[in-house]
């Protein structure tokens, strides 16, 4: 089963627990994450689910420390716990069980029947529809051509991501005002040039590059790139180019654009830098995505100053001096047509052996 045809209507409400676990997992692998790597997998052991980190899909380049990797668990520990409320059940979720277990993040437990939770229901649907847009967004005129949707959130939506960004115990900083922004677009240029300098990065980025009839279920297919279909056959080549040339210059200019036109720039931070405040991070991620994408907004990641130490020590400095920055991404409304979504592999294939 492809996990973005999962449904409501088909969980199998009177099925075995390992039957229901594997149903919930189509949600927890639609998450985000670096490179759409997919670096989690599970385990059930009689009415419960472990939530494993999988550090063979791990990126040893550019996320050394595992940070993006446990955030990206976090996400999918986020929808875990939608799924869980939309279908009925209380949840509990213990993180970090066992410190002998570095790998073990998670256990999950159904919990008490109950309701279906409508706002869960809601966010439900908004895992199947959520997408990562690199394209361009709308600028930050009031209102499009057509004189639609805002292209830029309301004050009021803005505060409703604050919400549920710190009901995860993580904080969301707009960093809209000219001084903020500039110093953004700088980092990003200085951490494309830095990164795509170094060959180890270009041969690890160029690896999770692939073309959308790829059969890998993973990685970040053409049309994620921008190249249209007619084009997908250039894949392959373009991620050899990426190999083998430093187009650190021509990145940077293309990044530094879409942060300096961005409607809404933004930055999730924590008061301590450990796995656990990166297990929260992914959740909140998780959250802010599928509430923005219930009014239509998507977002992209420009996590380069973050990924480069001696630009992630100049954010604490400047930007966030009494804690941790772990996402630097962009919000707004999309342009063009829907995009399809990246593939993901199926629940079975997470099932440790």
């Not at 083998?244 to 999730?268: C, E, F, Y």
Request: aromatic share 10%; charged share 20%.
């Amino acid at each position: 089963m492809d996990p973005w045809q999962v449904t409501l209507e088909a969980f199998p409400e009177e099925g075995t627990p390992s039957q229901r676990w594997h149903y919930l997992w189509n949600y927890a692998v639609l998450a985000p994450s670096g490179h759409n790597t997919q670096p989690w997998r599970f385990g059930v052991v009689g009415e419960k689910m472990a939530l494993y980190a999988d550090r063979q899909r791990s990126l040893a380049v550019v996320d050394p420390q595992d940070r993006a990797l446990i955030m990206s668990c976090g996400a999918a520990l986020f929808n875990l716990r939608v799924a869980l409320a939309a279908f009925g059940y209380g949840g509990a979720v213990t993180t970090f069980p066992d410190p002998e277990q570095a790998d073990l993040l998670a256990w999950l437990e159904f919990g008490e029947t109950c309701s279906p939770d409508e706002q869960a229901l809601e966010r439900c649907q908004a895992i199947l529809t959520r997408r990562t847009d690199r394209r361009p967004y709308q600028g930050s005129s009031p209102l499009t051509e057509e004189g639609g949707e805002r292209a830029t959130l309301t004050g009021e939506q803005l505060q409703g991501l604050e919400k549920v960004v710190a009901e995860e115990g993580v904080t969301l900083l707009w960093l809209d005002s000219p001084e903020r922004r500039w110093l953004m677009v700088e980092w990003v240029g200085e951490g494309d040039r830095i990164q795509m300098a170094n060959p180890e990065f270009r041969q690890e980025l160029s690896r999770w590059i692939k073309p959308s009839t790829n059969k890998d279920h993973d990685g970040i297919p053409s049309y994620a790139q921008g190249i249209p279909p007619a084009f997908d056959f250039v894949t392959p080549l373009v991620a050899q180019l990426i190999r083998w040339v430093d187009l650190g210059d021509s990145q940077a200019q293309k990044d530094q654009t879409l942060v300096a036109n961005a409607p809404h720039l933004a930055l999730l931070v924590t008061e301590t830098d450990t796995p656990d405040a990166w297990l929260a991070t992914g959740q909140a991620l998780s959250a802010l995505l599928l509430q923005a994408e219930l009014w239509g907004v998507r977002a992209s990641f420009f996590n380069q100053p973050l990924e480069v130490q001696a630009l992630r020590e100049q954010v604490i400095q400047q930007i966030c001096p009494s804690s941790f920055p772990q996402l630097l991404f962009r919000l707004g409304y999309p342009l063009g047509a829907p995009l399809p979504p990246t593939p993901r592999h199926s629940p079975g294939e997470f099932i440790p052996p």
